[in-house]
């Protein structure tokens, strides 16, 4: 029984070896089908063909290495920022930019630790998982504050503005891409304050100049007192785009510090405004006409909320033509994150905007190619040009208040009217 267990032992063991050598065979068989396929038209033995593809093997890697270190050359003296996390947001490099503006200091090449632990900024940790989830490149501002260990030195440590591009990556890793904001923003503050203060020093002697015209509006007889007159005029204008001015820079500051919020009636505020402008509109035999919600109350400030519809309406009149009439319509916007809004849409008859001047209707001092303006329509208005009378600040200053009340506002041209179309949506507080 022992002999007749060893030879069966011994022929399996024997039938294994021979299924292993099989197998390796046909492993070979493939490997080598090429190179055999390759020889049938070469005299080239396989072995000399073998050595021949594995050099050229290597000369293919040899150059991807040097494509590789160019690459990561380019990358490391670029001007901006680049880091590249896997998959769990562990950081596996980055440029000396990157470490510079996000002051990454315990971190050497090679070491792979989790981004959070170097850098702390969650709007740069959310924008490299929703990339990673959506899989599509996302570009954000954000603004990034040190970590400061020293107390002694937190005076001197400025948050820096960075502006993130992120890119989706092989195997669920993420690019992202930092540039230095900074010196544009101390640009874009600087000139503002010089701006604020050239606007203070200016009230001054504007208000001397007034005086003196008001002072020989008197004593001039016609036809030159039509100087003084002009003179006023533009003094007064002067005036009022400086105090413009002053009002936008203290709303860049800070939207919120100049608003004095306390409940209010939409209609009623929107029938004050109209009255403010009724003896104008009358002129040109114009009407108000309402449509929509009778009263929705707002959580406003009831000067600022007035001046922009005085704004608004003003500009309606100006550019409308006689016995029109102009429309405004007022409906409650299906309630998003739990929030409720109103719209107010503001509609004249005049000629609209030029469409090449509307993408820049709120943008300061704005002024369209007056060369490519009808002067006059058929119906009698003048064609509407951005900031065309009055300071040129108008519009600007309409869009900071409902930014600062987190509404939005767009113009456009009304498709049935043909004339200016203000669109607003403002917060509510409820209805009644």
């Keep these: 029984m022992t002999l007749i267990a060893f030879l069966v032992g011994l022929a399996i063991g024997i039938g294994v070896w021979l299924w292993q050598q099989r197998r390796l065979n046909r492993r070979l068989k493939q490997m080598l089908g090429s190179l055999h396929s390759d020889a049938s038209s070469s005299s080239m033995p396989i072995v000399s063909r073998l050595r021949q593809e594995i050099t050229f093997a290597n000369q293919q890697r040899e150059l991807l290495e040097k494509k590789l270190e160019i690459r990561k050359h380019l990358l490391q003296i670029m001007p901006i920022g680049y880091l590249q996390v896997d998959e769990e947001n562990q950081l596996l490099w980055c440029n000396e930019q990157a470490q510079q ?92 304050r010089a701006n604020s203060d050239l606007a203070h020093e200016l009230r001054t002697p504007l208000t001397a100049m007034r005086l003196v015209a008001e002072a020989l509006q008197g004593r001039v007889e016609p036809p030159a007192s039509r100087w003084v007159e002009q003179m006023l005029r533009e003094t007064d204008r002067l005036i009022c785009l400086v105090q413009e001015w002053l009002e936008l820079s203290q709303m860049d500051k800070d939207p919120t510090t100049s608003l004095t919020l306390e409940p ?88 609209g905007f030029a469409e090449a001047d509307l993408p820049h209707v709120f943008e300061r001092l704005y002024r369209g190619e007056t060369s490519r303006h009808r002067q006059q329509t058929a119906l009698g208005s003048p064609e509407r040009l951005p900031n065309s009378s009055g300071s040129g600040l108008g519009l600007s200053i309409v869009q900071k208040i409902i930014l600062a009340h987190g509404g939005e506002i767009q113009a456009q041209n009304h498709p049935k009217t043909g004339g200016a179309w203000l669109q607003i949506s403002l917060p509510v507080t409820g209805k009644y």
């Design 264 to 351: 209010l009636d939409l209609h009623s505020l929107l029938q004050l405004a109209w009255e403010n402008l009724e003896p104008l509109a009358q002129q040109k035999q114009l009407s108000l006409a309402y449509q929509g919600v009778d009263s929705v109350w707002l959580e406003a400030d009831p000067t600022r909320l007035t001046q922009v519809f005085i704004n608004l309406f003003d500009n309606s009149i100006k550019h409308s033509p006689t016995k029109a009439e102009i429309r405004v319509e007022v409906s409650l916007l299906p309630a998003t994150d739990e929030l409720n809004c109103v719209q107010i849409n503001i509609i004249d008859s005049g000629s």
């Design 101 to 192: 503006l996000l002051q990454i200091n315990r971190w050497e090449p090679g070491q792979i630790r989790l981004l959070l632990e170097l850098v702390r900024s969650y709007e740069l940790d959310h924008l490299i998982e929703q990339t990673r989830l959506q899989q599509q490149p996302e570009i954000i501002e954000l603004v990034f504050h040190p970590v400061c260990l020293e107390g002694s030195a937190m005076a001197s440590v400025r948050p820096l503005t960075l502006r993130a591009s992120s890119w989706p990556l092989p195997q669920r890793q993420v690019g992202v891409f930092l540039e230095n904001q900074q010196p544009l923003v101390d640009l874009t503050q600087s000139r503002d």
